[in-house]
């Protein structure tokens, strides 16, 4: 299998990365590539890489990234490894770059490949990515090659290829989605709830609906300017200095690259915009990206009104499968419907094996699976079994 690395965007072939769909998000679009290739800090490098057959054609993809120091406190590896390896291997991996394997920020990463090739196609695809992820990791003298947030079977492909690496596996984080494919309607979807839910859910959607406020579908290129005040807002009542002008960059930046796939929603009162869900559609799937509220009017339960009343009362699973949620606040969002799905992070010594305790490694993953369980399980509908998260 023969990997060609593309040092930019525009040096990469768009339409051999994006035909590489399977097991893809928006996130891994060349959308957002070009979103990423914008973002990155000064001092930190990325490549595209795809892997092709002896024909040349695409067979499964991978970003790689290098650091100075890690972009996003949740891309941390030192934190990951704190009580699994040595103190001095620890030290060593705070202090130098970092690589990434598998794509940074909007915390999900993934090897997209293409669909309907054979097993061993995709091992040997995955084997090649890997392998050529390490040299360059390698070569910008990394400490430690992280593929973070992935999906469980990409993680377990990856911790197989550099298994001779000394590959650590860990359990890090769920994201959850909301099955809109499920349901036909509200009534549907309030059925499918457990009866104690159904009297929230229900009063939720009247107050919203007996405001007057309403909601309207714009493109995300068209709403720049109205949505970077109510952004800023959120971001700033959970204690980050994101001001407008900042989230206007980022918003602007985002149309340009996504604007085609963009899904806005806007609440507005007496033509007042007072908040907004923005949302990418890719194939079946919606994401759900971002949202932000006016916060000197009453909440009416804005964001779920938005984010899971609105698009199931106007049918989005006639078209869609599921509605992808994101990490975080996940009472609120298991308790309305929303499913957990565990989240991988890989992590691989460049120099020399990361040496990770198996066994503190094994009792981590199951604590923090369990604990997981304990807190949210009895919010899930259907139950849930964090045993089987266990890798």
């Known amino acids: 299998m023969h990997v060609s690395s593309y040092a930019s965007l525009g040096e990469l072939p768009t339409t051999d990365w ?11 679009t060349s959308g957002f590539l070009g979103v990423r290739e914008e973002e990155l800090p000064p001092g930190a490098a990325g490549r595209h890489l795809i892997a092709r057959d002896a024909a040349g054609t695409p067979v499964a993809g991978a970003e790689t990234y290098t650091f100075l120091s890690p972009p996003h406190g949740l891309y941390t590896p030192a934190d990951l490894l704190t009580g699994l390896v040595a103190d001095a291997r620890l030290a060593r991996v705070a202090e130098s770059p970092l690589a990434i394997g598998a794509g940074w920020s909007e915390f999900r990463g993934q090897l997209p490949g293409r669909e309907g090739v054979t097993a061993q196609e995709r091992t040997d695809a995955v084997d090649a990515l890997t392998s050529q992820a390490l040299k360059d990791a390698e070569a910008a003298g990394a400490s430690v090659l992280a593929y973070y947030y992935l999906p469980r079977e990409e993680a377990l492909e990856v911790a197989r290829a550099h298994a001779g690496d000394g590959a650590v596996l860990l359990y890090h984080d769920v994201e959850t989605v909301l099955p809109v494919g499920l349901w036909q309607d509200v009534d549907a ?3 499918w709830l457990p009866s104690g839910r159904r009297p929230r859910a229900r009063r939720e959607m009247r107050d919203f609906r007996n405001s007057g406020r309403t909601v309207r579908e714009v493109a995300l290129p068209d709403a720049v300017d109205v949505i970077a005040p109510l952004n800023s ?3 700033r009542k959970h204690g980050h200095a994101f001001g407008e002008e900042r989230a206007r960059a980022v918003y602007d930046r985002q149309g340009r690259h996504l604007g085609a796939c963009s899904t806005l929603l806007l609440v507005e009162d007496e033509g ?8 990418y559609r890719q194939r079946d799937m919606v994401y759900a990206r971002v949202a932000g509220f006016d ?3 009453p909440n009416l339960a804005d964001y779920f009104s938005l984010v899971f009343y609105h698009p199931i009362a106007t049918g989005t699973g006639r078209t869609a499968r599921e509605i992808h949620l994101g990490l975080g606040t996940f009472q609120a969002k298991l308790a309305r419907g929303a499913q957990p799905r565990p989240v991988y992070t890989v992590l691989v010594g460049v120099d020399r094996p990361l040496d990770a305790d198996e066994q503190a490694v094994r009792e981590r993953n199951r604590a923090e699976a369990t604990a997981f369980g304990e807190e949210y399980g009895r919010f899930v509908t259907g139950g849930l079994d964090t045993e089987a998260w266990l890798v």
């Open 18 to 28: 994006d035909a590489l769909t399977d097991g893809a998000t928006i996130y891994s």
């Open 233 to 235: 807002a959120l971001m």
């Open 295 to 297: 916060y000197s009017v």
């Open 189 to 191: 979807y309030l059925a």
């Open 272 to 279: 007042r915009p007072i908040g907004f869900a923005l949302r």
